[in-house]
């Protein structure tokens, strides 16, 4: 899949609604009222026509509703002889790839763990297991203090795949996480190392919206997320992954902090994207003469009347590919109503 990646970000957007002149009263900065934003975007037609392709045209600024848009493009996007298809939609937040998984063996599936050190001097320490319940993906804590060399089992007794592992403290001996029943080794930790399957994401925003999670290959294993829910809280979640298909987590987040790849395959990295709003869903467009606009029609989101895409990006993204793309370049030109300022009710 490819993206092209928008040169019109929310910088200068703000920039052109401040140039309305016959808006007076301002906000962070910013012009406060209804304003048409217009552009257009000139792509390679047989560059952006597989299922999956995004074609960015523009990003909000902050605080922006849009009322509604339309695209359209200056000659036939398809040459084949079946049409093109295509959703308008408002992207938002940042994608990430983790690291490779960790790969860790002998899941639980309906068992207790028990975690112990190779040191008796390990006695003060709390283990904290990261994992889901058995056929859910319910993302369940629990923390376990150390008592040296002596197995301490979980109060848990039905674990389903064991996504991370964090330890309070440092260690003097290699830490170990093993199923319950059988004793075979979930994980170990060294000496020195304060967790495992943890992997830290910073500056994430997703305004309280599902995310994408994809596989880098095939693979249906287990990943977890820890973020903030709408009110800022601590949350978190698990989702199967289905190899390069994308799914979606099962809360929205506002913000992703952590993501947990225990369960991931060694040879595997998983990419987290922001969900897509869509605007307009599945049209086709850009493939008679004269083409077709490609116009939202939505309903509301965020306000009575509006959606909210702060921080978005206008997208035109391929849903389903031409059979043969125009081998030239095809502008996109495009029309975006929004209401900019401080509140979503009108």
């Known amino acids: 899949m490819a993206t092209k990646t928008t040169t019109k970000l929310k910088a200068s957007v703000k920039s052109a609604i401040n140039k309305v002149k016959n ?28 299922v999956g392709d ?22 036939d996007y398809d040459t084949g002889g079946t049409a093109i298809r295509t959703d308008l ?8 790839t983790s690291g490779v998984g960790i790969a860790f063996g002998n899941q639980p599936a309906n068992d207790a763990v028990e975690v112990l050190s190779s040191d008796a001097a390990d006695t003060t320490q709390t283990v904290t297991i990261i994992g889901t319940t058995t056929a859910t993906d319910t993302v369940v804590l629990e923390d376990i203090v150390l008592n040296g060399t ?22 003097a001996g290699t830490i170990t996480v093993q199923e319950a029943s059988a004793d075979a080794d979930i994980t170990t930790i060294a000496t020195g190392i304060l967790q495992k399957g943890v992997e830290t994401v910073t500056t994430t925003t997703y305004h309280s919206r599902l995310v994408d999670l994809v596989c880098s290959g095939t693979g249906t294993k287990s990943i977890g997320i820890k973020g903030t829910d709408g009110a800022g809280s601590a949350q978190y979640d698990a989702q199967a992954l289905n190899g390069v298909t994308v799914v979606q987590s099962n809360l929205p987040f506002t913000t992703v902090t952590e993501i947990y790849t225990g369960d991931l395959e060694s040879s595997r990295t998983v990419t987290v994207n922001p969900g897509d709003v869509v605007l307009a869903a599945a049209s086709a467009v850009f493939s008679t003469n004269p083409p077709t606009p490609l116009n939202a029609v939505f309903t509301a989101n965020g306000s009575e009347y509006a959606t909210n895409v702060g921080d978005a990006k206008l997208c035109v993204r391929i849903n389903v590919a031409p059979t043969t793309a125009n081998t030239g370049t095809v502008t996109l030109t495009y029309k975006a109503l929004v209401y900019h300022g401080r509140t979503s009710a009108f």
């Open 89 to 96: 939609v408002a992207k938002e937040g940042t994608s990430f």
């Open 23 to 50: 808006k007076r009263e301002t906000y962070s900065n910013t012009a406060n009222g209804t304003f048409l934003l217009t552009g257009s975007v000139p792509v390679v037609a047989a560059d952006y026509d597989v």
């Open 150 to 171: 002596t197995p301490v089992a979980s109060v848990k007794t039905d674990w389903g795949f064991i996504l991370a592992v964090k330890i309070s403290a440092v260690c």
């Open 54 to 75: 995004v074609i960015e045209l523009f990003e909000f600024p902050p605080d922006t509703y849009l009322l509604g848009a339309s695209v359209v493009a200056d000659k």
